[in-house]
Nanobody
Framework: QVQLVESGGGLVQAGGSLRLSCAAS????????MGWFRQAPGKEREFVAA???????????HYADSVKGRFTISRDNAKNTVYLQMNSLKPEDTAVYYC?????????????WGQGTQVTVSS
């Protein structure tokens, strides 16, 4: 069982930045595939970014086209934490952001979800 706790959401003006954090339980965090999804009002939950372990100390990041070049996913294995740095935010980035782990995360079906954190971007 993996528990995920997000933090860092809030209200920001368009063009601004926010950093989301997700603290995970578990002893093998360095091998977990971790990711972020978001759900805007009236819309389905969508993939944002993922961070996948390839072996050794090598990881690969994956991004939705809508956030490429603006968002960066990273992790700190010493803190069992994954981050989502969001720059150049747009009003359409407004959503509840969910941390996710393991399972078929890259296919939209992770095994574990966080409780979500609200991000609101004002125009």
């Amino acid at each position: 069982q993996v528990q995920l706790v997000e933090s860092g959401g809030g209200l920001v003006q368009a063009g601004g930045s926010l950093r989301l954090s997700c603290a995970a339980s578990g002893r093998s965090f360095n091998t977990y595939v971790m990711g972020w999804f978001r759900q805007a009002p009236g819309k389905e939950r969508e993939f944002v970014a993922a961070h996948r372990w390839l072996g050794g100390s090598i990881y690969r990041a994956h991004y939705a086209d809508s956030v490429k070049g603006r968002f960066t996913i990273s992790r700190d294995n010493a803190k069992n934490t994954v981050y989502l740095q969001m720059n150049s935010l747009k009003p359409e980035d407004t959503a509840v952001y969910y941390c996710a782990a393991q399972g078929s995360l890259l296919n939209g079906s992770p095994d574990y979800w966080g409780q979500g954190t609200q991000v609101t971007v004002s125009s």
